[in-house]
């Protein structure tokens, strides 16, 4: 079917595309980039993939900026916790943006109570599961949840289509593809 599910053919390739520059003679024409050029592509990779706007992304960044500890550690884990995130990572989507939707149509409770802001924060202890069986026999999320070649990462944990959040995300996968230290140093300059 072509889905963009982790460790997928079609996710790697996706993951490529997002390195590869733009314009239609790719690197061999262009300057030295800048730092500040390097620093936004990163910026734009992160958004990319979780499909925020510049807004939310600031605001991500804020958050983290005012606790203590690595801001690029705590921007990582406010973007993992979010919901429709969550609900990829669990494989209960095929996409982010169909994770989303899922949300936004209140087709997910959490905690047995019906969520429908895709960028909820949940904590460690919620229980994330469809609101109806109906769900489960829409097309796309039928044959996501008959693929058992699905990775869970290590802090959550998926039993009979019901995710639990165990402990909090680290971001080791994200930290391979986008450099969170530029993305924090664009937004600190």
Same mark, same amino acid.
């Given at each position: ?77 406010? %973007? ?5 995130? /969550?609900?990829?990572? +669990?494989? !209960?989507?095929?996409? &982010? #943006? ?46 996501? %949840? ?5 990775? /869970?990462?290590?802090? +959550?944990? !998926?039993?009979?289509? &019901? #995710? ?26």
């Amino acid at each position: 079917m072509g889905f963009k599910t982790p460790g997928s053919k079609s996710h790697a390739s996706l993951l490529k595309k997002i390195n590869i520059q733009p314009g239609q003679h790719g690197v061999s024409r262009r300057r030295k980039q800048s730092e500040q050029r390097k620093q936004l592509r990163e910026k734009q990779k992160l958004r990319f993939l979780y499909g925020i706007s510049n807004r939310q992304l600031k605001r991500y960044y804020n958050n983290a900026k005012i606790k203590k500890g690595n801001t690029s550690l705590l921007l990582i884990k406010y %973007l993992e916790k979010r919901l429709d995130n /969550v609900i990829y990572r +669990l494989g !209960l989507s095929p996409t &982010k #943006g169909s994770a989303r939707q899922l949300v936004s149509h209140k087709h997910i409770k959490v905690n047995n109570v019906v969520v429908n802001s895709p960028s909820y924060q949940v904590k460690i202890g919620d229980t994330i599961e469809f609101v109806s069986d109906k769900t489960k026999k829409i097309p796309y999320i039928d044959i996501q %949840l008959s693929n058992k070649d699905i990775i /869970v990462p290590k802090w +959550l944990k !998926l039993k009979n289509n &019901k #995710g639990e959040v165990v402990t909090e995300p680290t971001g080791e996968e994200l930290e391979r593809e986008v450099d969170l230290r530029s993305v924090v140093e664009f937004y600190s300059r």
